[in-house]
């Protein structure tokens, strides 16, 4: 499949009129026409129905032109941005990303970064530590923000801040007379995240168990921690986040305290060793003026 295929299917779908989109494409109808057969025969279903001289697009259709605007903006977007740092007119900086994180120091951080530097074209990637590592390694981030620690001597990592663990819990269950303690949590049915891939979040969850002599009991493990508090509003359990989680305010999920020694998550900052680019000494000095070890 080639863009302009993709291209075309959305002139054909905004148009709903072979001619006037083969006009707008600067082309003629019978192409364009076999150009949408083919098309839909890549893909593998029907994309339009053929309603008298006219067209209508098929739920398929639909679904397939509002994904792939979606697609086509974002691939504009990237190309304008290349296109700027091309010609020397910004200089991209990469940062790579667990969830949890944009609850704390990474929004802020990215203001300072794009609020009076128009130099820098700032790029976020969602990813769990050990994608992060890779992504640093080969140039394609330049600073990370996750919750595990690695011995590479590639990478340098810093502990920014420690956050306490919270419990998030259904706001239909009533709320625990005192914090939970290490050995109620293991009680509870536990929701682990993320599930895949591994080593993450949920092994330092583990782990923290296993310090105390604990065996939690998983219930159910899920790939997000978006996912994981709708499973916990559903009321299949409860899931242990940082407390500066506790900003993504759900009606339907309670944030609730522990008192367990050590239920503590890290936020580490990672970057290349030896890396001397301005923007990244910006960025990590800004990053420790904040941190809160």
Same mark, same amino acid.
């Given at each position: 499949?080639?863009?302009?295929?993709?291209?075309?299917?959305?002139?054909?779908?905004?148009?709903?009129?072979?001619?006037?989109?083969?006009?707008?494409?600067?082309?003629?109808?019978?192409?364009?026409?076999?150009?949408?057969?083919?098309?839909?025969?890549?893909?593998?279903?029907? &994309?339009?129905?053929?309603?008298?001289?006219?067209?209508?697009?098929? !739920?398929?259709?639909?679904?397939?032109?509002?994904?792939?605007?979606?697609?086509?903006?974002?691939?504009?977007?990237?190309?304008?941005?290349?296109?700027?740092?091309?010609?020397?007119?910004?200089?991209?900086?990469?940062?790579?990303?667990?969830?949890?994180?944009?609850?704390?120091?990474?929004?802020? &951080?990215? +203001?300072?970064?794009?609020?009076?530097?128009?130099?820098?074209?700032?790029?976020?990637? !969602?990813?769990?530590?050990?994608?992060?590592?890779?992504?640093?390694?080969?140039?394609?981030?330049?600073?990370?923000?996750?919750?595990?620690?690695?011995?590479?001597?590639?990478?340098? /990592?810093?502990?920014?801040?420690?956050?306490?663990?919270?419990?998030?819990?259904?706001?239909?269950?009533? @709320?625990?007379?005192?914090?939970?303690? $290490?050995?109620?949590?293991?009680?509870? @049915?536990?929701?682990?995240?993320?599930? +895949?891939?591994?080593?993450?979040?949920?092994?330092?969850?583990?782990?923290?168990?296993?310090?105390?002599?604990?065996?939690?009991?998983?219930?159910?493990?899920?790939?997000?921690? /978006?996912? $994981?508090?709708? &499973?916990?509003?559903?009321?299949?359990?409860?899931?242990?986040? @940082? $407390?500066?989680?506790?900003?993504?305010?759900?009606?339907?999920?309670?944030?609730?305290?522990?008192? $367990?020694?050590?239920?503590?998550?890290?936020?580490?900052?990672?970057?290349?060793?030896?890396?001397?680019?301005?923007?990244?000494?910006?960025?990590?000095?800004?990053?420790?003026?904040?941190?809160? @070890?």
């Amino acid at each position: 499949m080639e863009l302009r295929h993709l291209r075309y299917f959305q002139t054909v779908a905004q148009e709903l009129n072979v001619t006037r989109a083969a006009e707008k494409l600067h082309m003629a109808q019978p192409p364009l026409s076999r150009q949408i057969r083919q098309f839909e025969e890549e893909v593998g279903v029907a &994309l339009f129905d053929r309603v008298g001289r006219g067209l209508k697009l098929t !739920e398929a259709g639909r679904f397939l032109l509002e994904q792939s605007l979606q697609l086509t903006q974002r691939l504009e977007e990237t190309l304008e941005g290349t296109r700027r740092i091309g010609r020397n007119e910004k200089r991209w900086f990469g940062i790579g990303f667990v969830p949890s994180v944009l609850y704390g120091v990474l929004p802020e &951080l990215i +203001r300072e970064l794009r609020g009076d530097d128009s130099e820098v074209e700032v790029g976020l990637t !969602e990813m769990i530590t050990v994608q992060q590592l890779e992504a640093l390694k080969s140039g394609r981030i330049d600073l990370a923000f996750g919750r595990l620690t690695f011995n590479d001597t590639a990478i340098v /990592q810093q502990v920014v801040m420690a956050e306490t663990l919270v419990a998030a819990m259904p706001v239909t269950a009533p @709320p625990p007379a005192a914090p939970f303690d $290490a050995a109620n949590l293991a009680r509870q @049915p536990l929701i682990l995240y993320p599930a +895949r891939p591994r080593p993450s979040y949920a092994d330092h969850v583990l782990s923290l168990f296993r310090a105390q002599g604990l065996q939690p009991r998983v219930v159910q493990e899920a790939n997000e921690l /978006q996912t $994981a508090l709708g &499973l916990v509003a559903a009321g299949l359990g409860i899931t242990l986040v @940082p $407390a500066s989680v506790q900003r993504l305010h759900r009606d339907d999920v309670r944030y609730v305290p522990i008192d $367990a020694p050590g239920f503590l998550s890290p936020v580490i900052m990672s970057y290349r060793a030896g890396d001397t680019s301005p923007h990244l000494a910006r960025a990590i000095a800004w990053v420790r003026s904040q941190a809160r @070890p």
